[in-house]
């Protein structure tokens, strides 16, 4: 499960935060901190931090790792522990103007997906809810009026705690002080271009003025709480994707198998915790190791387990001028539309992309168009293309996700969940196989369906025609035609009208394909003699 806390300063988020990761056995990610730490690190280094370049060249280089220590979470960047450093108030002041930058919030952005790629994470900050996470299953917005968010820092800065004695006084001039400095702060996050403090449209506001820390982590557990009964957080355990006849394979439902991973912070920047239980274990495995190298030496693994604006620049080179050529071919040889393309385009979130499957084109039209709007889209391939190393090498760098049929793969699930999670899509063929007539027989596989529902992401049915008649059955000439694709709008799973986990994910299976055909069917009657 994903728990997002926005809110100003001081508004009571690392506290929070920090007690649910404690109670809950979730990974505490507190990206200020990650601001904070670059911000300190163009302060020590004399870096002028009006120089958006500068500064964003220091955020792009920067290793910024936590751990933990006696006293709690530690940060340190480039090697050096800088926990207290980042809380003194020259770092304070700066730290706004640091993080405004959207080369830094590019590169902070990326880091903190890594970090949260496995799922199992609380993360605070300011924009975690609407885009760094955001299809957490439970999105909180915390505030509290600016004084008493002044006199808690005012406060903490003197070494006591308003949390725990709500009679702690502070010294009255620097609360002030304070005051000001926090006033000014949530107004340049509030109002700056890139991701400002703005709750995400389905946050919970919480107004923390008068309540207690207690009474604050009690209500965003028992949020937590309402979205698991409503299946808004599949359990790792519970899923088993794929069977030989397309079904999904009966959950086990062992709850150890899928109590929420160890307490504790980000280890080692790759948030590794408890691989204890089968499910853990295939996330733990499945999730980035820290970030990739920069050239060579990544391995297959490294390639499906991290976003690919993370895969190193070599990889991200080919993969830019292969989508180009791929484009400009298969444009010429058979000049291809997506119809209702803005549908596609216009999304920001994670979505499920499900497809009818008539030929190699039907990948590559998905995968180009949205490539060249910032849109990373993973196919989902059969294992068995990866017959041999040039193959898994190609299939690698373009993003795929290979899936071993016939069995339950958690840990392309896993992959999957943590694609649509950090805002990739996902493309997958539920018919399995190309279908090269109206009379071939099809079997839908519905492991869509849970994917997308592990991952809180909704479905997005598109279709295609035409390039089943590139490559007439029997034949392997290619010939030239037009290709017609059309997108539709996005299913969301709360409008599926049903309830319970099993039965949404039945449903949304019959609703995409449906969708899929209907939309088939549409661009048959648009373009007679395209099948
Ligand atoms: N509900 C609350 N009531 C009173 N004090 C609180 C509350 N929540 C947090 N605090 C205190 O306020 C201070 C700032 O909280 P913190 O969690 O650091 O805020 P943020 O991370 O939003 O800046 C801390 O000393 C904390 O103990
Ligand atoms: N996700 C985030 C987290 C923090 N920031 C920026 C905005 C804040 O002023 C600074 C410091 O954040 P931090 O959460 O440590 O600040 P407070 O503890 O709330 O004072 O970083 C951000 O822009 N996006």
């Known amino acids: 499960m994903i728990v997002a806390i926005d809110g100003p300063a001081g508004s009571g988020k690392s506290t929070t935060a920090h007690a649910i990761a404690d109670r809950c056995n979730l990974t505490f990610l507190d ?16 870096v002028d931090v009006s120089d958006d ?19 709690g979470q530690t940060v340190s960047i480039d090697g050096r522990d800088v926990t207290r450093q980042i809380r003194t108030p020259e770092v304070d002041r700066n730290v706004s103007v640091v993080s405004a930058y959207p080369r830094v919030r590019e590169a902070m952005v990326a880091r903190q997906r890594e970090l949260g790629s496995a799922g199992d994470v609380v993360a605070e900050g300011r924009d975690i809810g609407t885009v760094v996470f955001p299809n957490a299953e439970v999105k909180v917005f915390l505030t509290a009026d600016a004084a008493a968010r002044a006199h808690r820092r005012a406060v903490q800065r003197e ?42 449209a389905d946050a919970h506001m919480i107004d923390n003025s008068a309540l207690t820390p207690e009474q604050v982590v009690q209500q965003i557990v028992d949020l937590m709480e309402a979205a698991r009964a409503k299946g808004g957080a599949a359990k790792a355990g519970e899923v088993a994707p794929f069977d030989k006849g397309g079904e999904p394979l009966s959950p086990k439902t062992d709850g150890n198998e899928v109590a929420p991973a160890k307490a504790g912070v980000a280890k080692n920047g790759a948030g590794e915790k408890d691989a204890g239980r089968p499910a853990a274990k295939a996330a733990a495995k499945s999730k980035a190791a820290g970030r990739m190298r920069a050239f060579a030496g990544n391995t297959f693994d490294d390639y499906y387990d991290h976003g690919m604006k993370e895969f190193p620049l070599p990889a991200r080179a080919l993969l830019a001028v292969a989508a180009a050529i791929v484009w400009a071919v298969t444009k010429v040889l058979w000049p291809w539309k997506i119809e209702d393309v803005r549908l596609l385009r216009d999304d920001a979130r994670g979505r499920m992309i499900v497809m009818n499957h008539t030929s190699m084109l039907d990948p590559v039209v998905i995968v180009c168009d949205l490539y060249f709007h910032g849109i990373r889209v993973r196919p989902i391939s059969k294992s068995e293309f990866n017959k041999t190393n040039l193959v898994s090498w190609l299939f690698s760098r ?13 840990k392309a699930v896993r992959r999957a969940q943590a694609a649509l999670t950090r805002g990739e899509c996902v493309l997958v063929f539920p018919e399995g196989t190309r279908i090269k007539s109206d009379d071939q027989p099809v079997t839908i596989h519905g492991g869509f369906a849970l994917m997308a529902q592990m991952a809180k992401a909704p479905v997005q049915p598109v279709a295609i025609v035409g390039a089943r008649d590139i490559t007439p059955k029997g034949t392997h000439w290619k010939r030239f035609g037009r290709v017609f694709c059309k997108a539709g709008a996005c299913i969301e799973f709360s409008d599926l009208g049903v309830r319970g986990r099993k039965q949404q994910a039945l449903r949304m299976e019959e609703v995409a394909m449906e969708r899929v055909y209907a939309l088939r069917d549409e661009l048959r009657r648009e373009h007679p003699g395209k099948m």
Do not use: H, N
């Not at 901190?33 to 670059?38: H, K, L, Q, T």
């Not at 609360?175 to 709750?199: A, F, G, N, W, Y």
């Not at 373009?398 to 958690?410: E, S």
């Open 31 to 46: 990206t200020g901190a990650m601001y904070r730490a670059v911000t300190w690190r163009c302060l020590d280094a004399g």
């Open 53 to 71: 370049d500068a500064v964003s060249a220091v955020a792009e280089r920067a290793r910024i790792e936590f751990g933990k220590s006696a006293d």
């Open 398 to 410: 373009a993003g795929t996700i290979p899936v071993k049929r016939g069995t339950a793969d958690l």
């Open 159 to 200: 070494g006591g705690d308003a949390g725990c004695d709500a009679g702690a006084k502070a010294d009255a001039a620097e609360e002030q002080q304070i005051l000001r400095d926090l006033v000014r702060r949530d107004k340049l996050d509030s109002s700056r271009k890139e991701s400002p403090l703005k709750p995400a």
